[in-house]
């Protein structure tokens, strides 16, 4: 089945530490994003890229990373510069030309 | 710049009854706006999307939307809400991309309950 897959599905980390999240496709997406998630806020744009070497700063890109070496991957690290780290985050992707976002089913950080 | 408002942060409707979810929306061009569906703890779904011609738009699961220029709306309606559609509703804007995908702002969601 085609979709996108999001590991894991919970991830706790100590303070300090950076973690990267997983985010893979096979829908054969061109553009892919990541967003933060906190309560009452609705989603917030972390970094997106539209091609393979490619990426730009979305909305808060400020203590995070991203790379795509590949079409089908784009992880996310979450650097300990992060302030506020613990959130849900939700990764999705994009035909080229295309207009629907599809959504991964999420991984929930939680830093201690 | 754009931006996007859900008034509403919390409704409940009685199963059966009628469901209206208001989204304003602010943008300097015409708008590219979309309704998703979130389930406690998944990713998000949409329901529907419009670009340009007819201004009522039918999504999946019986909902549909109505733009409205005049008064910067883009509001959710269903005519007949089932328990199973409990859950959190986001509106976004956002225009397609020079080189593809697009770049959306989402509300703040309205949390839907429905009392059997």
């Known amino acids: 089945d085609g979709g996108i897959t999001q590991s894991p599905k919970y991830l706790f980390r100590k303070e300090g530490q950076n973690v990267t999240l997983s985010c893979e496709q096979n829908l054969n997406h061109d553009a892919m994003y990541w967003y933060r998630q906190d309560p009452g806020q609705g989603l917030r744009l972390i970094y997106y890229?539209?091609?393979?070497?490619?990426?730009q700063k979305g909305d808060i890109a400020e203590g995070y990373s991203v790379s795509r070496e590949k079409k089908e991957s784009f992880p996310l690290t979450v650097t300990s510069a992060q302030k506020n780290p613990t959130a849900f985050y939700l990764c999705?992707?994009?035909?080229?030309?295309?207009?629907?976002?599809?959504f991964g089913p999420g991984t929930r950080l939680t830093v201690l | 710049a754009q931006s996007v408002t859900q008034p509403d942060i919390h409704i409940t409707v009685s199963e059966g009854a009628s469901l209206e979810l208001r989204c304003n929306y602010s943008?300097?061009?015409?708008?590219?706006l979309f309704w998703y569906v979130q389930s406690p703890g998944q990713g998000l779904q949409l329901l529907l999307k419009?670009?340009?011609?007819?201004?009522l738009v039918q999504g999946i699961k019986g909902f549909e939307a109505e733009f409205k220029r005049s008064q910067s709306s883009f509001n959710l309606r269903k005519p007949s809400v089932h328990w199973s559609d409990a859950a959190e509703y986001f509106c976004?804007?956002?225009?397609?991309?020079?080189?593809?995908?697009?770049?959306?702002?989402f509300g703040t969601g309205t949390q839907l309950k429905v009392e059997l």
């Open positions: 890229s539209q091609i393979v070497n490619d990426f």
């Open positions: 943008y300097g061009a015409t708008p590219y």
């Open positions: 419009y670009f340009s011609g007819d201004t």
């Open positions: 976004a804007v956002g225009p397609i991309l020079t080189g593809g995908g697009n770049k959306l702002t």
């Open positions: 999705a992707s994009s035909p080229r030309g295309g207009d629907e976002q599809f």
